[in-house]
């Protein structure tokens, strides 16, 4: 599509937690550079949110995404063990945004060269419904903790065809279930029936194969060139998510996207990183390479290879790089140098 005179999108952005607000701005200036037609509506949401309105998810950032329909989100950080239930998890649920899609590509050859592998995590269900409470035994209220997890047969149908649905429209080839069905004979298994069940209607079109989560992550070390797409529930893909992200180089290069059938919300797969929050060196490129899949999803794809392109060869031409990746350039020098690809 055209990005001439193109009409502007209006979009919700939330800087977020810890780093966000620091790779937020390195984004809003190179999307400004690129000529991004993206219009923001800035809002608060997590910790930020709590802080301000007592809300990680106050109500004018929710009106503005049922508005735009359209977010670029920064970490929202969530305490450990107590207080407020995750923002992030409750905007997917808000908004109904069923598909979570994590890809990891090589751009800084490391361990692994030529990784190409798309994760699709189921983004509503299973154990991150969070039924879940403490059991009191004698005196003690808290002597355990019971946790229970929910999967649907709709949710894994419409997550499993939006998955062979991604395969077809993006040329790939085989996709891996992923399921814990040998000990979750009923939570994983009702996924993996189901997954299979949709599998058999894109027979000869897409390969299929399931793997148990352990084997799947042990063979995602020993031989990761075996997997082109993996299929995952919510937990198993949150954690692989991570774990392909450190085949490419690190949580700085996995960029992430939530989509639903009317709101879509991108954002890194990291989260806010207090190690290095205010510091100025986080790593924008998750953050950037999710504006290049917010960019795609309105159609403005050659924008979106531009962008790709222009990080590509900052890291690897410029040799531009942060410190995740071993570089010494903070969050600003790899911006402007970015910018200079772009120019
Ligand atoms: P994290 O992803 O924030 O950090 C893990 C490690 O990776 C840290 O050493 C951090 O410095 C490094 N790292 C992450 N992103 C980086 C970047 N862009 N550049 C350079 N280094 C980077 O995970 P952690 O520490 O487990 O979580 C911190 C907070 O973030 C928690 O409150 C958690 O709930 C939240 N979180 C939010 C997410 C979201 O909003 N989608 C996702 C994951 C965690």
Not at 72 to 95: D, H, I, N, Q, W
Request: proline letters at 5%; aromatic letters at 6%.
């Amino acid at each position: 599509m055209s990005t001439q005179n193109a009409a502007p999108i209006p979009v919700t952005l939330i800087p977020g937690d810890g780093i966000g607000p620091e790779i937020m701005e390195s984004a809003v200036e190179v999307l400004a550079a690129l000529g991004a037609p993206f219009v923001w509506d800035r809002q608060l949401a997590g910790l930020a949110g709590y802080e301000e309105k007592g809300d990680p998810l106050p109500e004018e950032t929710l009106a503005s995404i049922r508005r735009t329909r359209l977010a670029l989100k920064g970490p929202l950080s969530t305490p450990l063990a107590k207080g407020y239930r995750s923002a992030t998890v409750r905007m997917r649920e808000e908004f109904d945004l069923f598909a979570n899609v994590r890809p990891a590509r090589t751009i800084v050859p490391g361990r692994y060269e030529d990784i190409d592998i798309v994760l699709i995590r189921e983004n509503l269900e299973g154990f991150y419904v969070a039924h879940e409470h403490y059991i009191r035994i004698g005196d003690d209220p808290r002597a355990a903790a019971m946790s229970g997890g929910v999967n649907t047969r709709a949710e894994c149908r419409r997550i499993a065809r939006y998955a062979f649905e991604y395969a077809l429209r993006n040329n790939r080839k085989k996709i891996t279930i992923v399921h814990k069905a040998n000990v979750l004979k009923v939570l994983s298994g009702l996924f993996l029936e189901e997954a299979r069940n949709v599998a058999r209607q894109y027979e000869g079109r897409v390969q299929v194969e399931d793997r148990i989560v352990d084997a799947c992550a042990m063979q995602l070390v020993l031989n990761p060139y075996q997997f082109d797409m993996l299929l995952c529930t919510n937990l198993f893909g949150d954690i692989l998510s991570d774990q392909i992200a450190g085949l490419v180089g690190g949580l700085g290069l996995a960029p992430g996207a939530n989509m639903g059938e009317d709101v879509a919300m991108f954002e890194a797969i990291h989260g806010s990183a207090p190690d290095i929050a205010g510091k100025g060196i986080a790593n924008p490129v998750s953050l950037l390479l999710s504006s290049a899949m917010m960019l795609d999803h309105v159609g403005e794809s050659q924008l979106a290879d531009r962008l790709r392109k222009a990080i590509e060869l900052t890291l690897t031409v410029d040799q531009v790089r942060t410190m995740d990746l071993r570089g010494k350039a903070t969050t600003r020098e790899f911006t402007r140098a970015l910018i200079a690809r772009l120019g």
